[in-house]
Nanobody
Framework: QLQLVESGGGLVQTGGSLRLSCAASGRTFSSYAMGWFRRAPGEEREFLAAINLSGYSTYYADSVKGRFTISRDSPKNTVYLQMNSLKPEDTAVYYC?????????????????WGQGTQVTVSS
């Protein structure tokens, strides 16, 4: 099993920044593609960003492109989501996920391991 634990959420004002971390343990972190998703109240889970095994390729949803940056630090078994220029509509529970390379990175079904989520609230 691969365990994922998110941290770094909190309350921030519009235009502010947060950096989310997702620490992995239990299996070889570098064997998994990683993704970030979020779910706002009453909404479906939404893809935000993904990163491949090496970390050289990244993918973003249009809603966060240019504002969010995904990265991974394999020696630390950690993936990050740097979030800048935050807006009230970014308020949600944020989840990291791990899945095999080669799956549809934009779809939650492709990820077999999930963290418990961390709350991000952006005040107006």
């Amino acid at each position: 099993q691969l365990q994922l634990v998110e941290s770094g959420g909190g309350l921030v004002q519009t235009g502010g920044s947060l950096r989310l971390s997702c620490a992995a343990s239990g299996r070889t972190f570098s064997s998994y593609a990683m993704g970030w998703f979020r779910r706002a109240p009453g909404e479906e889970r939404e893809f935000l960003a993904a990163i491949n095994l090496s970390g050289y390729s990244t993918y973003y949803a249009d809603s966060v492109k240019g504002r969010f940056t995904i990265s991974r630090d394999s020696p630390k078994n950690t993936v990050y989501l740097q979030m800048n220029s935050l807006k009230p509509e970014d308020t949600a529970v944020y989840y990291c996920a791990a899945g095999p390379s080669g799956g549809d990175r934009y779809t939650s079904r492709s990820y077999g391991y999930w963290g418990q989520g961390t709350q991000v609230t952006v005040s107006s």
